[in-house]
């Protein structure tokens, strides 16, 4: 049985997973809106270095995860338009 500790730091993990992950699908829908002229392609480097900066931070969760022997439990949200493209 888990201690409280444990649970509590599990449900930290899960919180900044989602996060991470919320925040990973926010960057690709606005990446895929842009268009190609200057100011789009300078908008592309910046959200190109945020999804590296991002997806740094989950790996390093999952290793301490991993490391610690922490399980990732993460509540799949299915919105509206994802519904529609699992179908």
């Known amino acids: 049985m888990e201690n409280v500790l444990d649970m509590h730091?599990?449900?930290?993990?899960?919180?900044?997973?989602?996060?991470?992950?919320?925040?990973?699908?926010?960057i690709e829908k606005r990446y895929n809106s842009l268009g190609e002229d200057d100011e789009?392609?300078?908008?592309?480097?910046?959200?190109?270095?945020?999804?590296?900066?991002?997806?740094?931070?989950?790996?390093?969760?999952?290793?301490?995860?991993?490391y610690y022997g922490y399980d990732i439990r993460v509540e799949p949200s299915v919105s509206l338009e994802n519904s529609e493209a699992i179908t």
């Open 9 to 26: 730091i599990n449900k930290l993990i899960a919180r900044n997973v989602e996060e991470i992950l919320s925040q990973l699908g926010d």
């Open 40 to 66: 789009s392609r300078l908008e592309k480097i910046v959200l190109n270095h945020m999804r590296k900066i991002l997806l740094d931070d989950l790996r390093q969760i999952t290793g301490f995860s991993s």
